[in-house]
């Protein structure tokens, strides 16, 4: 009996000791089991493969020496808590290699069979901590937005309004230097107001409306961004002007005329606006404009108060002059009576007005205002029965906000704009009086309130010269009547009146600027962020579920480039219009910026009906746009998250959601996708792909390499094609189908590119001190690369330092990247041409392969895909295909490449075609620089041509 309880308890041993292990190494975090000491007892696969470290060699050392040296001090005190109740802590931890990254840690005290120990429980929390960086820097935007508009609530200093948006908008963009001209239409100049950073010494010049790019900002009231200011033909001369690289001018505005200009600008020629900046800096010129109409309001306020402390001085003059004669007082008594009653009655306006100028300037509820200003009118007057009139212009009505007396139970009641006295006032703009109302034959009799009425006083409430606006007071006796006195009070109010509705005219501006997208009129990602974290708090309690569709306008940025931002801005809102449209009345369709647009739809969680939607949309956004006399073809991707499976913060539904829709990109456009787990890991290796290729030039790690071209009568080599390849330390040897796609996606490829070119030519330059300088260097060039405005001037400057002649390099495109830019592309490629560069069509029959394009393009080589090549031999029809396609090439006076040309049956099949020249494996493989030398010059001696391979007649 006891042996059999012996192999129980071992049995129970071994099994405790296998779920220990299986624990251990199954585990995706990393798992350590440290003694008092700081020694490591135990670790598990994953903190091997996150350290570098073996098993035996995390066994060897202590927890110090995985934490970064700053860290350390802090071991000792963390595993004591560890030891006692536990901790949590987040910190540096360090790989073998010396890289560092952030942690998340748990440790508990744990018995084992050797004593007492701690388990701690590591996990890398490397994107939960770029994503809150990410969340601080979105905050710290939306902060100085939202300061600037409290300052601008809270100060009537223009000056200083405007000072405080330059220096907010300058310090988010990362500058020192901006600017705030002012529109002085008399003089027909706009004057600089504000100066910061380098324009402090420019305040106060004045530049006519005809000169530079504030001139044109106010012809055209768009938006200009220069990227160097100091070579460009419309800058303005002077020393002061020379220091100035990169500038964007935005209008400001007051409805759709411009009133001034908002810039900054960069003094480092490196430095480049973003599109989320200059996005910043339109909202930040709303603000700006809204701070300059509130400070003409501010003014006309002031005007009106000095002409009432003028009356009343007068009127107070008057008094002590009465007072001044003791037998013309007695003389006079009746009349001093009466003017005692007049300073009264006028001491009482005076506070009536100076109350409601106090509570405009301390920015009161409007309504309350207009409330405290009928009020006072009805008192002042003596009667009780006042309104205020609204101006509603899309309906063409009048509504009544405001009622005393009679009129208390027509709140919110409508009438036509063009009935009435109110019809009368509205169309002549001028105060109204009707004291036999009763016998008025434009009297609106439609409501029986109006039978009551004797006597009508109506003055226009005003912004801008229009009427917006109404306030009125009636008698209902007989005997009572309106006259001078009665209309000047209500005139004065219906001022202060005019201005209150003009302070909520601004307030409800200020609160959409907050929350709603200034060119589509959609929601913001302000107002987004708020609606869905309502609806994933309610999805946090199990009262909610939803969908969010994540929709980026494809290839927009090359609109953007090519037929400049208002077109693309066309296109936004027209794209907006299609989006809400197809979303349904339920759902909240937001724009987040750029070409970003978010679709929610609380309570719907069905997969097959978001697909459906998405699937709908991807359609309906697939299309041609008009814009002015082009017409674009756009399309869209789509990402889909659900709620709460997806996520349960706002981040991370975003986050997921944008995911999604780049998965969709990456499956070719114009399709959607829904979010899945495998995403986060594509979008972590893009992302160290992309951070990587950043510095691999730096590093050394990018290199050339060159696959001859033949000629296919003399089998001699007349060109080299160079290619690019990189070897990377970290990632090894990265295909260029894999990089050259992320390096065009970050703007990577522009520098790849230029030293691409470079390199290219250092290798002609090496050719012709071998005597072959007729050989030429083609290099592959990315749309990108294309529609920079230094292209053309990269491609001189590296001829002109490698010292070659233009002919020696040939630039290739593909067909598919020159139709997105092609008349751009054509002036290029013509001034290339001109000065000798050779140019070619690559990949020709795999795009659209437009005859019409192909006679315009200055080029001289087709190179006709491998795709099409390796057919030939055994379809007949093919052949046929690729003999049509050389006589049309020698039609047009264009040579023509065979690439991808493996076999000998192959080569004389093209032979027989009369094909020109001849690239493919059958010659040779790619070369590193050293080897294509060498291949070369083993030809030249052997007096080969082409090779072995080569047809021989």
């Known amino acids: 009996m006891a042996e059999k309880n012996n192999t129980h308890s071992k049995t129970a041993g071994d099994i405790t000791n296998e779920f220990y292990r299986t624990i251990m190494e199954q585990a995706r975090d990393i798992i350590l089991v440290v003694a008092p000491d700081g020694k490591i007892i135990d670790a598990n696969q994953s903190?091997?493969?996150?350290?570098?470290?073996?098993?035996?060699?995390?066994?060897?050392?202590?927890?110090?020496?995985?934490?970064?040296?700053?860290?350390?001090?802090?071991?000792?005190?963390?595993?004591?808590?560890?030891?006692?109740?536990?901790?949590?802590?987040?910190?540096?931890?360090?790989?073998?290699?010396?890289?560092?990254?952030?942690?998340?840690?748990?440790?508990?005290?744990?018995?084992?069979?050797?004593?007492e120990a701690v388990v701690s429980i590591v996990r890398d929390i490397t994107e939960a901590v770029a994503s809150e960086t990410e969340s601080l820097q979105r905050n710290m935007v939306l902060t100085a937005l939202h300061e600037t508009a409290m300052g601008l609530m809270q100060s009537l200093d223009m000056n200083d309004v405007l000072t405080a948006i330059v220096s907010r908008a300058a310090n988010l963009v990362g500058?020192?230097?901006?600017?705030?001209?002012?529109?002085?239409?008399?003089?027909?100049?706009?004057?600089?107001k504000i100066g910061l950073g380098h324009y402090v010494q420019d305040v106060g010049r004045k530049i006519r409306l005809t000169e530079g790019f504030s001139g044109q900002v106010y012809k055209t009231g768009e938006i200009i961004v220069v990227d160097d200011y100091s070579t460009s033909r419309h800058r303005l001369n002077g020393p002061f002007f020379d220091r100035i690289y990169q500038v964007a001018w935005v209008p400001l505005k007051k409805e759709s005329k411009v009133i001034g200009v908002f810039g900054l600008s960069f003094l480092e020629p490196t430095r480049r606006f973003s599109d989320q900046e200059i996005s910043l800096l339109v909202q930040f010129a709303e603000i700006a404009s809204i701070a300059l109409v509130n400070a003409r309001l501010h003014n006309s306020l002031i005007e009106s108060e000095k002409k009432l402390k003028k009356n009343n001085e007068d009127i107070t003059a008057l008094y002590e002059e009465l007072l001044a004669s003791d037998e013309e007082l007695k003389q006079q008594f009746d009349e001093l009576l009466i003017k005692e009653e007049a300073i009264r009655r006028q001491t009482v306006i005076l506070k009536s007005l100076h109350d409601t100028a106090l509570g405009l300037m301390h920015r009161r509820d409007s309504e309350d205002l207009l409330k405290q200003i009928v009020v006072g009118a009805t008192e002042l007057v003596g009667t009780p029965h006042g309104f205020i009139y609204r101006l509603d212009k899309e309906k063409g009505v009048f509504y009544q906000s405001h009622g005393l007396g009679t009129f208390k139970g027509n709140v919110r009641r409508d009438m036509p704009i063009d009935q009435g006295i109110a019809g009368t006032v509205y169309r002549t703009g001028k105060p109204m009086i009707a004291n036999d109302f009763s016998e008025w034959r434009n009297r609106y009799s439609v409501s029986a309130q109006f039978e009551e009425l004797c006597s009508v006083l109506q003055i226009p409430l005003k912004s801008e010269g229009e009427v917006v606006g109404i306030i009125g007071l009636a008698y209902c006796e007989e005997q009572k009547a309106f006259g001078s006195n009665e209309l000047e009070i209500l005139s004065r109010l219906a001022e202060l009146a005019s201005i209150a509705l003009d302070n909520a005219i601004i307030v409800k501006t200020m609160w959409r600027m907050a929350y709603y997208d200034s060119l589509t009129g959609l929601p913001n990602r302000a107002y987004l962020q708020e609606r869905l974290a309502r609806e994933l708090e309610k999805a946090s309690r199990g009262e909610a579920t939803g969908t969010v569709l994540f929709i980026d306008l494809d290839d927009l940025k090359m609109i953007n480039d090519t037929l400049g931002h208002s077109c693309g801005d066309s296109v936004i809102v027209k794209a907006g219009a299609c989006i809400l449209a197809a979303a349904g009345e339920h759902s909240v369709v937001a724009r987040i910026g750029g070409d970003e647009f978010i679709v929610l739809l609380p309570n719907e969680?069905?997969?097959?009906?978001?697909?459906?939607?998405?699937?709908?949309?991807?359609?309906?956004?697939?299309?041609?746009?008009?814009?002015?006399?082009?017409?674009?073809?756009m399309s869209a991707s789509i990402g889909i998250a659900l709620y709460p499976s997806d996520g349960g913060t706002v981040e991370d539904i975003f986050k997921n959601a944008d995911l999604a829709m780049y998965a969709a990109k990456g499956s070719g456009k114009n399709t959607w996708r829904?979010?899945?787990?495998?995403?986060?890991?594509?979008?972590?290796?893009?992302?160290?792909?992309?951070?990587?290729?950043?510095?691999?030039?730096?590093?050394?790690?990018?290199?050339?390499?060159?696959?001859?071209?033949?000629?296919?009568?003399?089998?001699?080599?007349?060109?080299?094609?160079?290619?690019?390849?990189?070897?990377?330390?970290?990632?090894?040897?990265?295909?260029?189908?894999?990089?050259?796609?992320?390096?065009?996606?970050?703007?990577?490829?522009?520098?790849?590119?230029?030293?691409?070119?470079?390199?290219?030519?250092?290798?002609?330059?090496?050719?012709?001190?071998?005597?072959?300088?007729?050989?030429?260097?083609?290099?592959?060039?990315?749309?990108?690369?294309l529609v920079a405005g230094d292209f053309v001037a990269i491609v001189c400057k590296a001829i002109d330092r490698a010292g070659i002649k233009p002919n020696q390099l040939e630039i290739e495109i593909t067909e598919n990247a020159l139709i997105d830019s092609l008349e751009d592309s054509n002036d290029k490629f013509r001034e290339l041409r001109a000065i000798g560069v050779g140019l070619s069509l690559d990949d020709f029959g795999t795009g659209y392969s437009s005859l019409t394009y192909l006679r315009s393009l200055p080029v001289e080589t087709l190179k006709i895909d491998k795709s099409f090549i390796d057919l030939i031999v055994s379809d007949e029809a093919?052949?046929?295909?690729?003999?049509?396609?050389?006589?049309?090439?020698?039609?047009?006076?264009?040579?023509?490449?065979?690439?991808?040309?493996?076999?000998?049956?192959?080569?004389?099949?093209?032979?027989?075609?009369q094909c020109d020249f001849i690239q493919g494996y059958l010659f040779s493989h790619p070369l590193p620089e050293k080897e294509a030398i060498l291949y070369l010059d083993r030809l030249i001696a052997e007096g080969t041509r082409g090779g072995a391979n080569w047809p021989r007649s």
Not at 76 to 88: R, V
Not at 606 to 631: F, P
Not at 766 to 779: H, N, P, Q, T, Y
């Open 47 to 115: 903190a091997s493969t996150a350290y570098g470290y073996s098993l035996d060699e995390l066994r060897s050392i202590c927890v110090y020496d995985l934490r970064s040296p700053e860290t350390r001090i802090a071991v000792d005190a963390q595993i004591k808590k560890a030891q006692q109740e536990g901790i949590l802590f987040r910190t540096i931890h360090m790989r073998r290699n010396g890289d560092h990254f952030p942690v998340e840690v748990s440790s508990r005290r744990i018995q084992l069979l050797t004593g």
């Open 175 to 192: 500058t020192s230097h901006g600017f705030i001209s002012i529109l002085d239409e008399e003089q027909g100049v706009f004057e600089r």
């Open 605 to 633: 969680s069905d997969q097959t009906k978001a697909g459906c939607l998405a699937d709908n949309m991807v359609k309906l956004l697939s299309r041609d746009y008009e814009i002015g006399d082009s017409r674009i073809h």
């Open 674 to 785: 829904f979010h899945e787990a495998s995403l986060q890991v594509t979008a972590y290796e893009n992302m160290m792909l992309k951070r990587d290729l950043r510095e691999a030039i730096e590093r050394g790690e990018l290199s050339l390499q060159y696959q001859p071209l033949v000629d296919a009568q003399s089998g001699c080599v007349v060109s080299f094609e160079a290619l690019l390849r990189w070897t990377s330390s970290e990632h090894g040897s990265v295909p260029p189908s894999r990089f050259i796609p992320l390096a065009e996606e970050s703007d990577t490829i522009r520098k790849i590119g230029k030293w691409v070119i470079e390199e290219a030519c250092r290798f002609a330059r090496k050719l012709s001190a071998m005597g072959k300088g007729e050989i030429r260097v083609s290099v592959n060039v990315s749309p990108r690369q």
């Open 878 to 913: 093919q052949l046929q295909f690729i003999s049509s396609i050389v006589d049309m090439a020698h039609v047009l006076r264009l040579a023509v490449v065979a690439e991808g040309v493996e076999t000998k049956e192959q080569l004389e099949k093209l032979v027989k075609c």
